[in-house]
């Protein structure tokens, strides 16, 4: 069992940045890839980021490429998405979730074991 709290969302304008981090508790966190979700109002959930066991490998969607980073620091358990240069598009709900090692469909929910409750981010134009 895996225990994730997201935080870091809010309210601001376009073109700001945003940090949200997620903070694992429970089974070893080193062994799960990592994820990262949005969904809008409206909208079905969507991939955003990935990072691998080890941060040595990330993925992005188009939507975010250049303008979101992911990254994990697993001494602390904890995985982060910096947001910069936020779009008014970007407003959702973002989650974090893990996926187990032997998973390579980064993309596909269904390979996403354990999910938190979710952050919200708004961005104004």
């Known amino acids: 069992q895996v225990h994730l709290v997201e935080s870091g969302g809010g309210l601001v304008q376009a073109g700001d940045s945003l940090r949200l981090s997620c903070a694992a508790s429970?089974?070893?966190?080193?062994?799960?890839?990592m994820g990262w979700f949005r969904q809008a109002p409206g909208k079905e959930r969507e991939f955003v980021a990935t990072i691998n066991w080890s941060g040595s490998s990330t993925a992005y969607a188009d939507s975010v490429k250049g303008r979101f980073t992911i990254s994990r620091d697993n001494a602390k358990n904890t995985v982060h998405l910096q947001m910069n240069n936020l779009k008014p598009e970007d407003t959702a709900v973002y989650y974090c979730?893990?996926?187990?090692?032997?998973?390579?469909?980064?993309?596909?929910?269904?390979?996403?074991?354990?999910w938190g409750w979710g952050t919200q981010v708004t961005v104004s134009s």
């Open positions: 429970g089974r070893t966190f080193a062994g799960y890839h």
């Open positions: 979730a893990t996926r187990p090692d032997y998973s390579e469909r980064y993309q596909v929910e269904d390979d996403y074991d354990y």
